[in-house]
């Protein structure tokens, strides 16, 4: 039943070594983003995918990388980790047409917990 | 421009008294507007959503919100609380470009 998958809900790595998260769906929505969520704080949106295009929010550190290989995955790559990124990492999915891109309603996956020693 | 502001970061009711939890918005265009909550390290799930068309929205587990446009508000309120309705709450608004902006959140808590 589940529609929105996150792997791994927990992810444990050292400082500077890589990691990815992954996200599937089987909505087949059109666009998926990633958000960054740190205790008692809201989701900040870190990129997203409309379709194919990738949309990086300014913000974003470079350390920080996606890829979307296909309609239902996507993944979060950290490239080098520090104690900072340590979080909860959210994908969430939403059918958005530029016409009703105002009723932008989000689908959360679980979440992946990143901790980084 | 959009931005979200929630009024209290902490909310805490007693189990079958009503729940208030606001939330006030600005945006250049006709927003919708989201609540979200979220249990302990769970992902957000929708709770209601205002898209123009009726401004008082009813969610899922009996709450529901006025869309206000003189007052910029969409409150969440629910008539009874329940032990497990204790969770973090977002207010979200969207615009025609397609972003969300949450709010910082609030924490609901119920005392038994």
């Known amino acids: 039943d589940a529609m929105v998958i996150q792997n791994p809900r927990y992810q444990v790595t050292q400082f500077g070594k890589p990691v990815t998260l992954s996200c599937s769906q089987t909505l087949n929505h059109n666009v998926m983003y990633w958000y960054q969520q740190k205790s008692s704080q809201a989701p900040k949106l870190l990129f997203h995918y409309y379709d194919k295009d990738f949309n990086n929010e300014a913000d974003t550190p470079d350390n920080f990388q996606s890829r979307r290989p296909n309609t239902s995955f996507c993944f979060l790559d950290i490239r080098s980790p520090g104690l900072g990124d340590a979080a909860m990492y959210l994908c969430a999915t939403s059918q958005t047409t530029w016409v009703s891109a105002g009723a932008n309603v989000l689908t959360f996956g679980a979440g992946s917990r990143l901790t980084v020693l | 421009a959009q931005s979200v502001t929630q009024l209290d970061s902490h909310v805490s009711v007693s189990e079958g008294t009503p729940v208030l939890l606001r939330c006030n918005y600005s945006?250049?265009?006709?927003?919708?507007l989201f609540w979200y909550v979220q249990h302990p390290n769970k992902g957000l799930q929708l709770l209601l959503k205002y898209t123009s068309a009726a401004t008082l929205v009813k969610g899922i587990n009996g709450f529901e919100a006025e869309f206000k446009k003189s007052e910029t508000s969409f409150h969440l309120t629910k008539p009874s609380a329940h032990m497990s309705d204790a969770a973090e709450y977002f207010c979200v608004v969207s615009s025609n470009a397609g972003k969300s902006t949450f709010g910082d959140g609030t924490t609901l808590t119920v005392k038994p």
């Open positions: 945006s250049s265009y006709s927003p919708s």
